[in-house]
């Protein structure tokens, strides 16, 4: 049969014209030479986007470039292999049974090849199978399956007919050694003329509804899994990695960053020897008395007499708070343990003080380096900078200009509906439009909690079409940001392409696309890697969250936030926790549900305790943004049972705090 096929080699060096492309030729030779017809070959770098971006002009025109794409290179364990990445969330159907034959094959040649990461499948009716780059291990991969590739291609191009020609040619070669049944036929579990359901062409790359196929022909069923919350915040935490350190100079804008490294004092604290109180500088032996005042320190001010002051006995000092005292102090008396003898009637000045109580050696004196010695550590690794100016504070003190923290992640908001209209849009609105209230919702929500992150400004909602949203998401995911978060999109509607723009059109590798909880439940969590300039790759996180605007928020507090704490730095990214007493009764939900509420503290007068009473905030319908109204809190509620189904006022119940109490 005849079979296009289109190779594809992927080198940084070879796309920039510093080496020959070997593999690619030999690969086009052997394909040549069974009669299949080249349609394509090209070169790209070792960049997830460049090969992304040919495997789908050749996968997704209409009709199909190639019955079978092969690559070659980028498969090892190199820094800059990355073509397994950058192929697997691109399939739809996974197909290992090849690669386990190409492994099979080679590791009988050379041990060498357990270093491989071959990946083959489906990309609707295209086979992708990746090759190595060296010349010997891609022709040996190739003639390991090179049989079973008419097989294949004629299977994944579909049809009622598909596979018969192969089979009956297999049945009439059964001496050829092709598996047989016990009565010679060949055994195979392809069923030709049935149609298989769309949901069963799934795997685990690739979930998503089909963008090209007809309205009719969409899921009625989600295809992916209830995800349990807690097993769904997991997984976000899991590839919330804390962002590469920088220094940052010591001012009022590291407030809620977090120290990747501890830091010391780089200047003693006091540096020198400095007067707790206000009163005279008086040597201990010389006990109670009257005596004259031999010079005045004032904080911060030069000795009245001498540049470096000494304190003789039978003499005291004149000192103020946070002042230098003389040399030779041994301790300081408060001014309220002292009387005046005598004072200049010209200049005012005291002359004479007497001492009414006995010294004790030290007193109301702060040694240099008592608060902090050069080298101690001040602040410890993973401190969090607050806002009540402490820490701020100690760095300062101690001659600290800039220090080294985790950066606040950069995050992109963008919002999808043909309903949406910019939020700032003026009254009175026409039907059947609303104003976009998750994005300044969403961007007011980050600067609150995380005060130092950037937002990338995507304003204007994208509409409901392919085209539309993957130029929004395109732009937004190129864009610096570490974080995308989106809203709408993400339901079950014939418009609601955003799991299936992610995954098809932008390589996004989907983890969750529905969670156990009320409300978001259609809350999706992805991953896309970008490869940075210098090469290296950039991780982004995807947040696709429900498009009524409750929902949104909730979704941002449980899933977003602590991503970006943890990305932050933060050892304890997940939302603060009490226990909170009802004010009212609730009635549980078939499904658990994060309720809405105001939690205030009152004390038990009683007991000595401060008590926290949750408040509900109305309907908790998940449209109604007035259930936010006042909210600080979100109760974590159990779903109801035969047993419970109503939780009654006085209980306890754990409430995740999203806001000040």
């Known amino acids: 049969m005849s079979v296009r096929v289109a190779v594809l080699t992927v080198s940084d060096r070879v796309s920039r014209g510093e080496s020959v492309d070997k593999s690619g030729p030999a690969l086009v030779d052997i394909c040549q030479s069974k009669g299949w017809t080249i349609t394509h070959t090209a070169t790209v770098a070792d960049s997830v986007h460049a090969i992304q971006s040919v495997l789908r002009a050749w996968c997704d025109a209409e009709p199909s470039q190639a019955d079978l794409i092969l690559t070659t290179g980028g498969t090892g364990f190199g820094v800059r292999d990355l073509t397994p990445e950058a192929v697997s969330p691109m399939l739809h159907r996974m197909a290992p049974g090849i690669t386990t034959a190409m492994l099979a094959s080679s590791l009988t040649i050379t041990p060498m090849a357990a270093l491989s990461r071959p990946v083959a499948g489906v990309r609707f009716n295209t086979i992708i199978i990746t090759l190595p780059g060296s010349t010997k291990g891609a022709v040996e991969n190739l003639t390991a399956v090179l049989s079973v590739i008419p097989h294949a291609v004629e299977l994944a191009r579909g049809g009622n007919k598909a596979g018969e020609e192969t089979h009956e040619a297999m049945a009439r070669a059964a001496s050829s050694g092709h598996s047989k049944s016990a009565k010679g036929g060949h055994v195979c579990h392809h069923k030709s003329d049935v149609s298989l359901d769309p949901a069963a062409e799934i795997s685990a790359f690739g979930l998503s509804g089909n963008l090209k196929a007809p309205v009719h022909s969409r899921n009625r069923k989600s295809p992916y899994p209830l995800v349990d919350f807690d097993q769904a915040l997991d ?78 006995s039978k ?78 504070g100690i760095l300062a003190s101690v001659g600290v200009t800039d220090v080294l923290v985790n950066p606040h992640p950069t995050v992109a908001i963008v919002s999808s509906g043909n309903e949406l209209v910019h939020f700032s849009t003026p009254s009175p609105l026409q039907p059947p439009f609303v104003r976009d209230t998750n994005y300044p919702s969403l961007s007011t929500a980050i600067q609150d909690s995380m005060p130092g992150c950037k937002i990338v400004n995507f304003e204007s909602p994208a509409q409901d079409t392919e085209e539309s949203l993957y130029e929004l998401l395109n732009r937004a995911l190129g864009s610096d940001a570490d974080v995308l978060i989106s809203t709408g999109g993400v339901s079950m509607g014939e418009a609601d392409m955003m799991k299936s723009v992610l995954e098809q059109r932008l390589g996004a590798k989907i983890w969750f696309g529905r969670v156990l909880m009320k409300p978001g439940k259609p809350s999706t969590f992805a991953t896309v890697e970008k490869t940075r ?119 306890m119940v754990e409430a995740w705090l999203i806001g000040e109490l």
């Open 235 to 312: 997984l976000v935490l899991n590839h919330a990695e804390p962002l590469r350190p920088r220094v940052v100079s010591v001012s009022e804008k590291l407030v809620s960053h977090v120290l990747a490294e501890a830091v010391t004092a780089r200047d003693p604290v006091p540096g020198y020897r400095a007067s707790v109180v206000d009163g005279y500088a008086v040597i201990v032996s010389d006990g109670p008395g009257v005596y004259p005042v031999a010079n005045v320190q004032n904080a911060g001010g030069a000795a009245a007499n001498q540049a470096h002051p000494e304190l003789k």
């Open 533 to 651: 300039l210098d090469g290296t790759i950039h991780k982004k996180l995807v947040f696709a969250l429900p498009g009524n605007p409750v929902s949104a928020l909730v979704g941002f507090y449980l899933f977003a936030l602590p991503a970006l704490r943890k990305l932050a730095g933060f050892e304890r990214p997940s939302l603060p926790k009490v226990f909170a007493k009802l004010a009212h009764d609730i009635h549980l939900d078939s499904r658990p549900e994060f309720y809405r509420v105001r939690v205030v503290t009152t004390s038990d007068h009683n007991t000595k305790q401060t008590l926290f009473v949750a408040h509900g905030t109305g309907s908790q319908m998940s449209s109604r943004m007035l259930s936010m109204r006042g909210a600080n809190a979100l109760l974590k509620l159990p779903p109801a049972n035969e047993a419970k189904g109503v939780l009654l006022e006085g209980e």
């Open 315 to 392: 003499t005291i000092g004149r000192v103020t708070t946070g002042a230098m005292i003389p040399v030779g102090t041994e301790a300081v008396i408060m001014v309220e343990d002292t009387e005046l003898a005598s004072s200049d009637s010209a200049s005012g000045e005291e002359l004479l003080v007497k001492i009414l109580v006995q010294a004790k050696m030290g007193e109301n004196i702060r040694e240099v380096g008592c608060d902090a010695a050069v080298g101690e550590v001040v602040l410890e690794k993973g401190c969090v900078i607050g806002a009540a100016g402490g820490e701020v």
